[in-house]
């Protein structure tokens, strides 16, 4: 038997454990671990893909995070608001659709005008149809803030760490109170506090993080007891100050394979929650969301932006599906499900271990 397949038979895996599967060197060592993974979703949570309809409502962002496209302080991005009647289109689209959930994604801005809007938002969307699952992605807010949107009707929201080691992300950042590592991890707390499905993720293959990094964050994931992760590979874009290191990255391919291999451990480490197939595996391979569900994924996010706004989101150089519309993207999704020989399941998709953290 490979030594890989004992380890990932075991019960607990250890932070050593981990780092050896993230570092396999062959296609056959790493076969063992996604068919591992593969079998664990199917036993826990079945064949079955949820869809989150993704709305980008807004690139306007206040942080400057050294890696990201829309930061403030690009100003080669033009900067964009979806307006309410827009976003509300959408929400009826991905109603029409079988989508019983979307994923309001925006650049972070912490106002008084900022917050009532979404409040108003949320309170429209409500009036759509109140068997509808709202998540939020609006970066660190008050407490006040996310109660009130958890009040208007958010039920998740989703907060990546992008790094759980504090001085990686202090290189990452600029070192100010805007981008304090304490601060984001407070609001993961406040959140599961409130009451939200709460999710979190990393980037994976970022200048100066190792595997021991990887392996802590994932680590991480588990000892918060977070209900859904989204992550992908990190892939340069070169209006930030961290595409100066793009020299020292891994291999494009190899960024791709081990955020594969990530996917799989936490499926192992977090038998039932919610780990999404992200667009960032997409833009490396063709097929990369739908070798992300045969590695443990079971969720999905097509883009349903209206297309006219869609290639100022631009997080990472190469963002997939910027010429795809609503309709493409969907019928492009069921394409990908099928391939990957699963369907798309037809319940609201609530994280499995949310919902049985809440029966005790
Ligand atoms: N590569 C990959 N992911 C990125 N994100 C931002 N910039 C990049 C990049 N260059 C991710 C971050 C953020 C999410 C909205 O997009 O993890 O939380
Ligand atoms: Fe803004 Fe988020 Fe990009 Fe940071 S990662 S600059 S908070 S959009």
Avoid at 157 to 169: G, H, K, Q
Avoid at 236 to 243: A, K
Avoid at 276 to 283: D, I, K, P
Wanted: net charge negative; aromatic share 8%.
């Amino acid at each position: 038997m490979l030594p890989i397949q004992e380890i990932v038979e075991k019960e607990n895996l250890t932070k050593e454990d981990i780092v050896t599967l993230l570092t396999v060197k062959t296609k056959e060592e790493q076969d063992v671990l996604l068919q591992k993974a593969n079998a664990v979703k199917e036993q826990f949570v079945g064949k079955k893909v949820y869809l989150r309809g993704l709305i980008e409502l807004s690139n306007i962002c206040g942080k400057n995070c050294f890696y990201c496209g829309i930061r403030a302080e690009n100003n080669n991005t033009k900067r964009y608001n979806i307006p309410d009647e827009e976003v509300v289109e959408v929400i009826r689209f991905a109603k029409s659709n079988q989508f019983s959930s979307v994923v309001i994604q925006s650049g972070e801005l912490c106002n008084f005008a900022f917050t009532k809007r979404i409040t108003r938002l949320l309170e429209k969307i409500q009036n759509i149809s109140e068997q509808f699952r709202v998540t939020l992605s609006l970066g660190e807010q008050s407490e006040e803030t996310y109660r009130e949107w958890y009040n208007a009707g958010a039920q998740r929201y989703l907060l990546r760490i992008e790094s759980s080691d504090r001085e990686l992300y202090r290189t990452l950042h600029p070192n100010n109170k805007l981008h304090d590592y304490e601060a984001r991890l407070k609001c993961l707390q406040v959140l599961k506090r409130i009451g939200y499905q709460a999710g979190t993720g990393v980037m994976i293959g970022l200048p100066f993080q190792t595997f021991e990094n990887l392996a802590d964050d994932l680590l991480f994931m588990k000892n918060l007891d977070i209900d859904m992760v989204g992550m992908g590979p990190y892939i340069e874009h070169e209006d930030t100050p961290l595409y100066q290191y793009r020299e020292s990255l891994l291999p494009i391919k190899d960024r791709f394979d081990l955020s594969l291999r990530m996917i799989a451990i936490l499926r192992i480490l977090m038998k039932d929650i919610n780990i999404a197939s992200t667009t960032a595996l997409q833009s490396i391979d063709p097929e990369g969301r739908e070798k992300g569900l045969l590695a443990g994924a079971n969720v999905l996010m097509p883009n349903l932006t209206p297309l006219k706004y869609r290639d100022n989101y631009m997080l990472y150089e190469n963002k997939p599906g910027v010429f795809q519309d609503e309709e493409e993207s969907v019928v492009y999704i069921k394409k990908v499900v099928n391939s990957a020989g699963e369907e798309i399941a037809q319940d609201y998709g609530d994280s499995l271990h949310f919902k049985k953290k809440r029966q005790f």
